[in-house]
């Protein structure tokens, strides 16, 4: 039995969730998710907590059982608080601006590049820092993960675009002359 499937998932009040054909809608004060279900998982709504079970221990099944009922609880956390993470930009002329749902990034390249913010997200400048939010932790993830692959961190001076959290790994670099 999987240890994180077989928990149940409170729902707080104010948060509706509902079961049908194959599709989870989670609806709270902040938006509307839906999942669709696939594989031999049923997932019951009762007192005030969603149950996931499968029918069988086949492989497939009891790999879809942790994932489903983390997927419901990230959708209940998200459109009850909603998700958020920070971006940081370090480097000499690294500079961020917002206008209109276009992040406008100067990150030492020859041009200047515009990354369009998915519907859905939001996302504030403020100085170095870019924080995103919404109430899908995967589409925060992404839209985070997409950003700071247009300039990772290096690890020796340590400019570049990373988390908030992260911690970069610094070498040291060339060492004096030939000896």
Do not use: W
Not at 59 to 87: C, D, P, T, W
Not at 102 to 126: F, K, N, R
Request: glycine fraction near 12%; charge should be positive.
């Amino acid at each position: 039995m999987s240890r994180i499937g077989k928990l149940p998932v409170a729902i707080p009040a104010g948060v509706k969730v509902a079961v049908e054909n194959s599709m989870i809608t989670v609806t709270g004060p902040k938006g509307t998710l839906t999942q669709p279900v696939k594989g031999d998982i049923t997932i019951e709504v009762r007192d005030n907590e969603a149950v996931v079970t499968r029918h069988n221990d086949e492989m497939e099944s009891r790999s879809y059982h942790g994932l489903y009922r983390q997927l419901i609880n990230n959708m209940i956390i998200g459109v009850s608080q909603g998700f958020s993470k920070a971006l940081q930009i370090n480097g000499v002329g690294y500079k961020a601006e917002l206008k209109n749902n276009i992040l406008t990034l100067s990150l030492g390249y020859s041009t200047i590049i515009d990354y369009i913010i998915p519907e859905g997200i939001q996302a504030a400048v403020d100085g170095n820092k870019i924080t995103i939010s919404g109430i899908s932790k995967e589409k925060v993830g992404q839209v985070c993960a997409e950003i700071r692959s247009l300039r990772g961190p290096e690890p020796y001076k340590g400019k570049g675009i990373k988390y908030e959290t992260e911690n970069i790994r610094r070498k040291v670099g060339k060492s004096g002359g030939k000896k």
